[in-house]
Each structure stands twice: as C-alpha cells, then as structure tokens.
C-alpha cells in the first residue's frame, strides 16, 4: 500500500520538511514539504538522499555477535545475552571502565534524546565522550558562563538584520549549525535585496563567501585576534552601546579595556587582515542599524576557540545587538527545556572531574573524546577496559586515529549501536542495527533552542518496524535493564514516564495524576513528547486549550509561533540572572594571546577542515557518495603548489607531528595563500569493513594529521584548523 507522509529531515540542523512516499517500508521518492511552515519547500542533497540511506544495501539489519573472531548473524536475545554476560561484571568492579561514545546521528533522534540518560544513569560510568568535545564545546561554555545553560546560545536575526558577519561557518554548504535556518541560500539572497550586507571571515573563499559583499580570508585560528581588533576600535572610538541588554550586563566596561591594547595594526600581522580592513568593519558593524555576527566549527575547533566564541558574543553585546530584533535572539522551544524551565545554574558544569591519564577536565558532564585512546591504552586502575558507541565512528572522528584504531583492539568489550560494519563497529563483539529510518517519531527537541523561528512540528512515524527490527528506545532500555540487574521495558518506560509527568505538572501547576490521564494511552516517546508539548511555553497545560502532540498530529506542516523576540532576563539560568561578560577564565586567557601577535612563519602550510555538500561527517559517505574526486582531495592555492613543484592530480605526501596520508591534489585559488584543505571523515579502510561505496572513493582520513595530545587548554578540544603541515609529491 502506497503512502505519503511529511517527514522532518533528522540529518542536519536545518530541519527541513520533507514528503516521503512509501510502499510499505520501501522508499518511492522524497521531496521537499512545501508546505511546512519552517522550511518552505527547501530541502538539500543529504535530506532528498533519505531513501538511499534507508536502503542501502551494506546497512545491517540484523544483530551481529562475535564468534571465534568473526561477526555473526545473531537474535537479539543472543546479542543481549551476550551483553549480560560481559559488562554486568566490569560495571560492578568498576563503573568507569566502561565509557560511552555517543555519535551525531544520536543527537538527531528522539529515542535518544528522551532515553540515553536511563542508559547512562544505570552504567554510572564518567567516562562519557561525544562529538560535542570535538564541535561545540568552546560555544557551549561560553553560553553557560555567560547565560546560564549550554544551550542557551542566542541565534543571528537573519530575516531581519541589515549586516550579518559569519565567522567560521559555510551555510551553503553545512546548512548551518547552532542555528535551525533551513533555506540558507534564499535568506542570504533575502538580505542582499534588502540593501543588507553579508560579510564571510574565513581562510577559504567558501561558496558562501563566494555570495557574499565581502570576504576576509583570515589566518587559520586567529579569529579571536581579528575580533579583539575589533573590540579595541569600537572601545577606543566609543562606539559601544548596550541597547535593551544594558540592565542585565556585568563587566562590559572591564571587557572592552581589556580589549583596547589588540589595536588592528597590533593585531593584523597574526590574522592577516588588514589593520585598515579591521577598522572599517568595526565602525560598520557598530553603527548600522541592524547587525549580528555569528560563529561556528572553525572559530570552535582551533586554538583560540573559547576566547573567539566569547568574543563573538562581546561583539554583539558591547554593541546593543544581544536580544534585539536584527540581532542575537534565543529561541523559544515549544517543548520546554533548559532555558524555559525554572531555576539556575547551580554550577558551571565545568571541571568537576578530570580524566584520569592526563587530567583533562569534564564539560557538560563528559570528557574531552581526544582523550578517549589514552584511557582504554594506558595501564592501571581505572583503564578503560568496555566500551559503548552510540551512532559514532571514533575510529574516523576523533584525533589520532591510529591510537584510537589501536585501542579500540585492546579492548575486553565493544557494543556498537549502529547501522554499518565501519572502521570502528568491525571490531565490535556485539553490534545492535537500527529499525526502518520512518518507524519512530521525530521532534528536535534539542535543536528547538536554536530555531530562527519559534515553530513547533512533529514528524509521526510512517511504517512499523520491520520483523526482526526494534525500535532504538527498547535497545537503550532493554541495555538499562541489564546494567540495573532488571526490569523490563514496559517498567522502565513507566518509571520514566511518572518522573516525567510529575516534573511537567510540576511546572504547569496540576498534579501528576492529571498530567497522566491527560497523555491517555500513549506509551513510549509519544508519550513523553506530549508531557513536554503541554508543559511547555505554548502548552495547553493539560487543559485541552494549546500546544499537545494531538495539535501537531492535526497540523502535518507544523505550527508557526511567529519570530524570536526579546527574552531577556527570563532566559538567564546563571546564578544572579544577570549576564558577567568578563569571566575570569577567560579574561585570564587573553594572555595567550598577547604571546601569539607574530605573522607566522614564511612558507609555513596550515591545514583546515572544510565541509562537503553530501556529507554528514563520516556517516553519510557510503549511501550518498560524492559526485566528484576532488571534493576529496587536498586544495591548495596554486602559488604554493608552483613553489613547491606540485601541479593539478599529483599524488602528494600532506605529513603533520601526528602522521601522514597520502592524497590528490587539486589546484585551488579559493583556499588562502598558506593554507591547505582537507574533508572530514573520510579513509575508509580495515579488514571487515561494509562500506561498498565509501571504500572505493579517494579520500583520505584527516584525523591521522590530528594530534590528540595538541588541545585548546581550556575544554581540551582537539585542533582540527590551522595544523602545520607539509606537502611534497609522493616517492
């Protein structure tokens, strides 16, 4: 039987809607929804490709046992007898040496959202690691030190600003991040027609630098001293104004005097910006009416992240942009969450505990995933001897491949939950596959916080899980159960679901039973999803009157709440409800930059990471490969190819401190004299590996340049831009 459903896209940020027409659990065609009120009929590659990933052929489907050194078709009470008999021990010896890797995908799924804590509540283990170490980490802890909550992060006004600077980022390409703007291409053109102006600060004249009115290819991982410049120009010529934002600001004064010695000719040499450049984009961005800058991965995977992402956030703060229309604007997420629900920050969720091999600090309650390999490869109490991976590939991902594809062997115990035999999930002992992609529910919970537009929609599930499939949220309690010594998922799912309710109620002002009658016969992430919808800021507070799953189920396309407004101070969570612009720890890193104001050194390569249109870090590789050869190759500026003796296809040797590949070279004069570029993600190579299409394709695995003992000292991210490399065709 033939059926058409709108489906929200779960690969990326964007979000956008889709309509997917199916034949049982066989994918016909997906379309973009034109009639979702969010994204308008936009829609990508990645989205439309939804069908290939659902059927590609090398996606596992069943569960996979170790056997005398091979992976076997197995039931899944096979597979979980088998988890019963490993990890109950280790847990109970030692709850951290088993850690947990939690991949992207499971950030874009719903079960995971609602039921991975249940999970890692029942191991008790800190050892905890996500891409999050290796992404946003620097603007998570910013936002918690300036507002109250890592996801707090107020998002650019791009529908109505009149100057928007990005730093770091190629929308056209990623589709965003830390910002849910389906649509991209088309608001950027919005804002040129208007008179508005687009200004792109990056190494690479990225296709959305390609579009922009103008380009500043600064020096990998000198962001922070280009904006510092900045500051010191607004600062020395009193162009400072803290709009609506005023009454809740601390520190503004001690921030911008701090800022006044980084003048631009100071500053210039070390970003490669010109002092002249520097200035005119200061009094551009102060005086016009309308203005917001916003940063991502490359202001954040680097050596000044921390200090790049404050200072972005000082910029719009110093200069009336934080909380006004055009502006820096936070979401208002329909179901609830960090910065809807009462209370504060009784912590900053920072370095409350430290890894146990190098002592790297704890953020958000995980460690820094460079560290992962140490912790399973070093002897002693304490080692890491399990491991858990969740959606996640950290033999392609993290730093130091090597040591991570060596440690991943020196392991007691792998579990992998995912849908493809990789560089990491070969080594598993037991793997547990996903069911059919449209068999569950889907609201962006998590990504509501950072919606250009207050909008709430839900994607139902569109086909059963297939015989022999289980939905992802029996796998995490059926898990839980094991590492608790029992229950059931039927128990679990109760016990959740009553702590839920109370909470919600809590917050609503009625009693638990009332919040428990008025969800019905719901069960499972329905349920859940209807307790946070009607608790939260458009809910119908269990009155019928408002915002319920049963209003979405009503409203395919989604229901539009209007735009982001003014929320200040209601969205503070720090302790004082007020906003410190000037934290300590990162006034005192300043420092460091005062003792990097060199221009770097002559003929030096810096390699950065660059985004890929069909691509989702590793995990789309195999079922959308890419068109062209050298969307994988290595881009280099055709000057610095002439002075070494490279041309257009040579096989070249790109060596670093922590290793070296071998890949193609593509002539390049988009990339920045000094800088060289790679993708994310790629090399997929290993005896047992099931990736038919990403195998055969060129690219070559960047993290193998990526040294995991090199971090950004403050949240120990690794430094994935701006690495010294050399390039020499290969012997």
Same mark, same amino acid.
């Given at each position: 039987?033939?059926?058409?459903?709108?489906?929200?896209?779960?690969?990326?940020?964007? !979000?956008?809607?889709?309509?997917?027409?199916?034949?049982?659990?066989?994918?016909?065609?997906?379309?973009?929804?034109?009639?979702?009120?969010?994204?308008?009929?936009?829609?990508?590659?990645?989205?439309?490709?939804?069908?290939? $990933?659902?059927?590609?052929?090398?996606?596992?489907?069943?569960?996979?046992?170790?056997?005398?050194?091979?992976?076997?078709?197995?039931?899944?009470?096979?597979?979980?007898?088998?988890?019963?008999?490993?990890?109950?021990?280790?847990?109970?010896?030692?709850?951290?040496?088993?850690?947990?890797?939690?991949?992207?995908?499971?950030?874009?799924?719903?079960?995971?959202?609602?039921?991975?804590?249940?999970?890692?509540?029942?191991?008790?283990?800190?050892?905890? %690691?996500?891409?999050?170490?290796?992404?946003?980490?620097?603007?998570?802890?910013?936002?918690? +030190?300036?507002?109250?909550?890592?996801?707090?992060?107020?998002?650019?006004? +791009?529908?109505?600003?009149?100057?928007?600077?990005?730093?770091?980022?190629? *929308?056209?390409?990623?589709?965003?991040?830390?910002?849910?703007?389906?649509?991209?291409?088309?608001?950027?053109?919005?804002?040129?027609?208007?008179?508005?102006?687009?200004?792109?600060?990056?190494?690479?004249?990225?296709?959305?630098?390609?579009?922009?009115?103008?380009?500043?290819?600064?020096?990998?991982?000198?962001?922070?001293?280009?904006? +510092?410049?900045?500051?010191?120009?607004?600062?020395?010529?009193?162009?400072?104004?803290?709009?609506?934002?005023?009454?809740?600001?601390?520190?503004?004064?001690?921030?911008?005097?701090?800022?006044?010695?980084?003048? *631009?000719?100071?500053?210039?040499?070390?970003?490669?910006?010109?002092?002249?450049?520097?200035?005119?984009?200061?009094?551009?961005?102060?005086?016009?009416?309308?203005?917001?800058?916003?940063?991502?991965?490359?202001?954040?995977?680097?050596?000044?992240?921390?200090?790049?992402?404050?200072?972005?956030?000082?910029?719009?703060?110093?200069?009336?942009?934080?909380?006004?229309?055009?502006?820096?604007?936070?979401?208002?997420?329909?179901?609830?969450?960090?910065?809807?629900?009462?209370?504060?920050?009784?912590?900053?969720? %920072?370095?409350?505990?430290?890894?146990?091999?190098?002592?790297?600090?704890?953020?958000?309650?995980?460690?820094?995933?460079?560290?992962?390999?140490?912790?399973?490869?070093?002897?002693?109490?304490?080692? =890491?001897?399990?491991?858990?991976?969740?959606?996640?590939?950290?033999?392609?991902?993290?730093?130091?491949? #090597?040591?991570?594809?060596?440690?991943?062997?020196?392991?007691?115990?792998?579990?992998?939950?995912?849908?493809?035999?990789?560089?990491?999930?070969?080594?598993?002992?037991?793997?547990?596959?996903?069911?059919?992609?449209?068999?569950?529910?889907?609201?962006?919970? !998590?990504?509501?916080?950072?919606?250009?537009?207050?909008?709430?929609?839900?994607?139902?599930?569109? =086909?059963?899980?297939?015989?022999?499939?289980?939905?992802?949220?029996?796998?995490?309690?059926?898990?839980?159960?094991?590492?608790?010594?029992?229950? !059931?998922v039927e128990s679990l799912d109760e016990e959740i679901a009553t702590r839920a309710a109370r909470r919600a109620a809590?917050?609503?002002?009625?009693?638990?039973?009332?919040?428990?009658?008025? $969800?019905?016969?719901?069960?499972?992430?329905?349920?859940?999803?209807?307790?946070?919808?009607?608790?939260?800021?458009?809910?119908?507070?269990?009155?019928?009157?408002?915002?319920?799953?049963?209003?979405?189920?009503?409203?395919?396309?989604?229901?539009?709440?209007?735009?982001?407004?003014?929320?200040?101070?209601?969205?503070?969570?720090?302790?004082?409800?007020?906003?410190?612009?000037?934290?300590?720890?990162?006034?005192?890193?300043?420092?460091?930059?005062?003792?990097?104001?060199?221009?770097?050194?002559?003929?030096?390569?810096?390699?950065?990471?660059?985004?890929?249109?069909?691509?989702?870090?590793?995990?789309?590789?195999?079922?959308?490969?890419?068109?062209?050869?050298?969307?994988?190759?290595?881009?280099?500026?055709?000057?610095?190819?002439?002075?070494?003796?490279?041309?257009?296809?040579?096989?070249?040797?790109?060596?670093?401190?922590?290793?070296?590949?071998? #890949?193609?070279?593509?002539?390049?004069?988009?990339?920045?004299?000094?800088?060289?570029?790679?993708?994310?993600?790629?090399?997929?190579?290993?005896?047992?590996?099931?990736?038919?299409?990403?195998?055969?394709?060129?690219?070559?695995?960047?993290?193998?340049? $990526?040294?995991?003992?090199?971090?950004?000292?403050?949240?120990?991210?690794?430094?994935?831009?701006?690495?010294?490399?050399?390039?020499?065709?290969?012997?």
């Open positions: 039987m033939t059926i058409t459903a709108t489906r929200i896209c779960p690969l990326c940020e964007a !979000t956008c809607g889709l309509t997917v027409e199916l034949d049982g659990p066989r994918v016909l065609s997906v379309r973009p929804n034109r009639d979702d009120v969010f994204s308008e009929g936009h829609a990508c590659a990645k989205g439309l490709g939804l069908g290939a $990933v659902e059927e590609d052929p090398d996606r596992v489907r069943t569960p996979l046992v170790r056997h005398g050194g091979e992976l076997r078709e197995a039931s899944w009470d096979e597979a979980f007898a088998r988890i019963a008999e490993h990890l109950p021990p280790l847990v109970a010896h030692d709850p951290n040496s088993v850690a947990v890797y939690t991949g992207n995908p499971a950030a874009h799924q719903l079960d995971y959202t609602l039921y991975l804590p249940t999970l890692l509540g029942a191991l008790g283990s800190r050892n905890l %690691f996500s891409p999050a170490s290796l992404d946003t980490l620097p603007k998570n802890l910013v936002c918690s +030190l300036l507002y109250g909550t890592p996801l707090g992060m107020p998002v650019p006004d +791009l529908d109505r600003t009149d100057l928007l600077i990005l730093i770091g980022t190629n *929308p056209l390409v990623s589709n965003g991040s830390t910002i849910c703007a389906p649509g991209m291409d088309r608001r950027l053109a919005a804002l040129r027609r208007r008179g508005g102006h687009l200004v792109v600060i990056d190494p690479a004249r990225t296709r959305t630098a390609e579009v922009a009115d103008s380009h500043l290819a600064v020096r990998p991982g000198r962001d922070a001293h280009l904006l +510092l410049g900045m500051l010191s120009v607004i600062a020395a010529e009193g162009l400072d104004s803290l709009g609506n934002a005023a009454p809740h600001l601390d520190g503004a004064a001690e921030v911008l005097a701090s800022a006044l010695e980084f003048t *631009p000719e100071r500053v210039a040499p070390a970003c490669g910006i010109s002092a002249v450049a520097i200035r005119d984009l200061a009094r551009r961005f102060a005086t016009a009416r309308r203005a917001v800058v916003h940063s991502r991965i490359g202001t954040c995977a680097q050596e000044f992240g921390t200090l790049a992402n404050w200072l972005v956030e000082v910029l719009n703060a110093v200069t009336g942009r934080l909380d006004a229309v055009g502006g820096a604007l936070f979401a208002t997420p329909p179901g609830g969450g960090q910065t809807t629900w009462p209370g504060s920050m009784r912590g900053l969720p %920072f370095d409350r505990w430290r890894s146990r091999v190098r002592g790297m600090p704890e953020a958000m309650g995980e460690l820094p995933a460079a560290c992962l390999a140490e912790e399973i490869l070093t002897p002693g109490e304490g080692r =890491v001897r399990a491991l858990i991976t969740l959606a996640g590939n950290p033999a392609r991902s993290l730093p130091g491949s #090597a040591n991570v594809e060596r440690a991943l062997g020196e392991l007691d115990f792998l579990l992998c939950l995912d849908p493809y035999l990789n560089e990491t999930t070969r080594h598993a002992d037991v793997l547990l596959p996903p069911p059919n992609l449209f068999s569950h529910g889907h609201i962006d919970l !998590t990504l509501n916080h950072y919606q250009l537009r207050n909008v709430a929609r839900w994607s139902a599930a569109a =086909v059963e899980p297939a015989p022999g499939e289980l939905p992802d949220w029996h796998q995490l309690l059926r898990l839980a159960a094991i590492l608790r010594g029992g229950g !059931t809590t917050l609503v002002g009625v009693d638990t039973e009332t919040a428990l009658r008025a $969800v019905g016969a719901r069960r499972g992430p329905e349920r859940l999803v209807d307790l946070r919808l009607r608790s939260g800021p458009y809910g119908d507070r269990f009155t019928g009157d408002g915002l319920s799953l049963a209003a979405l189920e009503a409203a395919p396309d989604g229901i539009d709440y209007g735009p982001l407004g003014p929320r200040l101070p209601d969205v503070l969570r720090t302790p004082q409800r007020r906003i410190d612009l000037a934290p300590a720890l990162l006034v005192e890193d300043l420092e460091r930059v005062r003792r990097s104001l060199d221009p770097g050194v002559e003929g030096e390569l810096l390699l950065i990471n660059r985004r890929q249109r069909r691509g989702m870090n590793s995990w789309l590789h195999n079922a959308l490969p890419h068109r062209d050869d050298a969307e994988s190759a290595l881009h280099m500026h055709p000057t610095d190819a002439a002075r070494r003796g490279l041309v257009e296809g040579d096989a070249v040797v790109v060596e670093s401190a922590a290793g070296r590949v071998t #890949a193609a070279l593509h002539l390049d004069d988009s990339v920045r004299q000094g800088v060289v570029s790679l993708p994310h993600g790629w090399g997929h190579t290993g005896a047992g590996v099931r990736l038919t299409h990403a195998a055969a394709a060129p690219g070559v695995n960047v993290n193998a340049l $990526v040294d995991d003992r090199h971090v950004e000292p403050i949240t120990g991210i690794p430094i994935f831009n701006g690495i010294r490399v050399t390039v020499g065709v290969a012997r």
